[in-house]
């Protein structure tokens, strides 16, 4: 895909970012990597502020035992570029156990954008939850976040009509999105149809 660019009564065609996906290899995160997680948390929330409802200074003072808490609360993924962490994700389960899971605190290193990273991460949440037994995920986006709601949107969820002010953040308001996943009963088209929908990913399990 080009892009048109043009300056001082000149125009040309460039290559479009999105031209240049890439695949990462995306990995499980346990509780003994509570160090990797904090990390990128860390990177995610100085970068992107106004995308989370946390902040940098409440996380940077968490310590050992809430950082395990909070891999362990939840199926964390982080996305590598060899060695570089460059995108993280996770599905929350709850509030209760009759609530499909979450998706909560997605975020892609600036310099890997609209390269499929964000696409990759969603294909390992989603396979993992369809083996927890879930048809679907769901998250919630901030208004004012257009990229995440276009980006979310072309990757197959949809508005639920469920808008409120987030509990942690009364001043803004926040938008329930979901995405049906492929069913369950059939393991075999399951996985094929969940790349379709979200895009192909290389899954490892968690590094040691
Ligand atoms: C939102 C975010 C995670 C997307 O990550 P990404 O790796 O760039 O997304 P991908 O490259 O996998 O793109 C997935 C889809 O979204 C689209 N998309 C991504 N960024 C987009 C943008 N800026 N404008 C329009 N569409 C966009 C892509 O084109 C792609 O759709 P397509 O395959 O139909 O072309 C990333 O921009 C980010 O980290 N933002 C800051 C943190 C944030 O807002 N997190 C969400 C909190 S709810």
Known sequence: MWTIQAS??????VP???????????????PDQWRLLRDIRLRALQDSPDAFLS???IEVGWDEGQWRATVC????????VGNQAIGVAAALRGPDTSTEPHVTSMWVDPEYR?????????????????????????????????????AYSRMGFAFTGE???PLADSSRMEERMRRELPHRGSAGRSAHASENLIGAATVQPAAT
Request: proline share 1%; with cysteine; net charge positive.
């Open 55 to 57: 902040s940098h200074v």
């Open 114 to 150: 609209r390269r499929g990273v964000a696409r990759q991460l969603l294909t390992a949440l989603g396979r993992q939850v369809a083996k927890d037994g879930w048809n679907g995920l769901l998250l919630w986006v901030l208004d004012g976040n257009d990229v995440a709601r276009e």
């Open 163 to 165: 808008h409120q002010p």
């Open 73 to 80: 609360a939840a199926h964390w993924f982080v996305a590598f």
């Open 16 to 30: 479009s970012v999105t031209s240049c996906a890439i695949v990462a290899m995306v990995r499980a995160i346990r």
């Open 8 to 13: 001082a009564g000149r125009s040309w065609a």
